[in-house]
């Protein structure tokens, strides 16, 4: 079969993909370092917020290969790429489980840092629509669950290394230029103007409800009681 050039990862998807390895890379900093950086860390985490959802969107209405229904890890893909079986082009089925189970946790982190609080004086912004119990638990899963982070990235780069030095796969040059080189499959389709504007939309209205601005503000203080002037 001859070699063909077929567009492999459109632009959304790698602007999303690159965006969000240089946002966890400063929640993981600004979150070690605390301080001042607090803010930022609570910055950032409103950014990842609005890339998970954006990602979320366009796995179902942007091009081929981005979308979830392409590569959903199924029994049957799974046991054919066990067997050597398989044959495809984007996300392989372990692959997939790999790119489910970093947004999964990804957004666990946002989603749990968003009720946190540090015991001093940053709150997440929603912290006012749980208890403090509740936000205590949070902030501890929170800062738990960076550790599993820190585990399946090791993964996620583990097995970039092992594709590109022993299957002489690279799997970053399609990310970064959009094309692959391949034997089989078809250049994706999809995942227009519209599509992106929506998923665009989409994800900023979760960041504006994520920032706390739909929370009402709470009740004005009562007033000071008149003290006689005899």
Request: aromatic share 10%; charged share 15%.
């Amino acid at each position: 079969m001859s070699v063909k050039r077929i567009r492999l990862w459109d632009l959304p998807t790698r602007l999303f993909h690159w965006l969000l390895v240089l946002a966890i890379v400063a929640s993981i900093v600004s979150g070690k370092l605390g301080g001042n950086l607090i803010e930022w860390h609570g910055k950032i985490g409103l950014f990842i917020v609005g890339l998970i959802v954006f990602r979320l969107v366009w796995g179902l209405i942007g091009s081929t290969y981005a979308r979830f229904a392409q590569f959903f890890p199924t029994p049957a893909k799974l046991k054919a790429y066990l067997r050597g079986e398989w044959r495809g082009v984007g996300h392989n089925p372990l692959g997939a489980f790999s790119v489910f189970g970093l947004l999964g946790l990804v957004g666990f982190q946002v989603v749990s840092g968003l009720f946190s609080n540090d015991d001093i004086a940053f709150v997440g912004p929603l912290y006012d629509l749980v208890s403090r119990d509740l936000s205590n638990q949070l902030t501890g899963l929170h800062k738990l669950s960076t550790n599993l982070l820190f585990a399946l990235i090791g993964l996620h780069l583990a097995a970039i290394a092992f594709y590109g030095h022993v299957k002489k796969d690279n799997l970053v040059k399609p990310m970064v230029r959009g094309w692959k080189e391949t034997h089989e499959g078809e250049s994706a389709k999809g995942g227009g103007l519209v599509a992106l504007i929506v998923a665009l939309a989409i994800a900023a209205a979760a960041v504006y409800a994520a920032s706390g601005a739909l929370i009402p503000p709470p009740p004005p203080p009562p007033p000071a009681a008149e003290t006689p002037s005899w």
